[in-house]
C-alpha cells in the first residue's frame, strides 16, 4: 500500500508564509510528476503547482513568483514553500501523484488527504 500523508496547514496572517509538504510511504519505485492542488470553497479544485523528477515546474498565474514546489525525490516528498499569502490563497490543499509507479510498467494516481490554509488577519 502508498500513503501520502500530508503536513504544514494552519491559520497564517496576509503577508506571511507557510510551508506544506506531502510524503509519500510504501513500495514505491519511482515518481515523476509531484503536483499540489487546492479547492476553496464554491470552486472546483484546481492545480497550483507542479513538478517533474526532471526538475521542471508550472505554477498557476495566481502564484507564480509566490509559491515554488521543491521536492526531494530519495524521500518521495514534495514541499510547497508559499509566501505572500493573500486572503485569495485560502482553500484545501492536497497533493497529486497522478503516476506513482510501484512496479515497472504500472502507475497509478494517488492523493493526499486535504489539509486546510487558511489567510487571515
Known amino acids: 500500500q502508498v500513503q501520502l500523508v500530508v503536513s504544514g496547514g494552519g491559520l497564517v496572517q496576509p503577508g506571511g508564509s507557510l510551508r506544506l509538504s506531502c510524503a509519500a510511504s510504501g513500495s514505491i519505485v519511482s515518481i515523476n510528476v509531484m503536483g499540489w492542488y487546492r479547492q476553496a470553497p464554491g470552486k472546483e479544485r484546481e492545480l497550483v503547482a507542479a513538478?517533474?523528477?526532471?526538475?521542471?515546474?508550472n505554477y498557476a498565474d495566481s502564484v507564480k513568483g509566490r509559491f515554488t514546489i521543491p521536492r526531494d525525490n530519495a524521500k518521495n516528498t514534495v514541499y510547497m514553500q508559499m509566501n505572500s499569502l493573500s486572503p485569495e490563497d485560502t482553500a484545501v490543499y492536497y497533493c497529486?501523484?497522478?503516476?506513482?509507479?510501484?512496479?515497472?510498467?504500472?502507475?497509478?494516481?494517488?492523493w493526499g488527504q486535504g489539509t486546510q490554509v487558511t489567510v487571515s488577519s
Open positions: 513538478t517533474t523528477s526532471g526538475g521542471s515546474a
Open positions: 497529486n501523484y497522478p503516476s506513482l509507479i510501484r512496479r515497472p510498467g504500472t502507475a497509478s494516481e494517488y
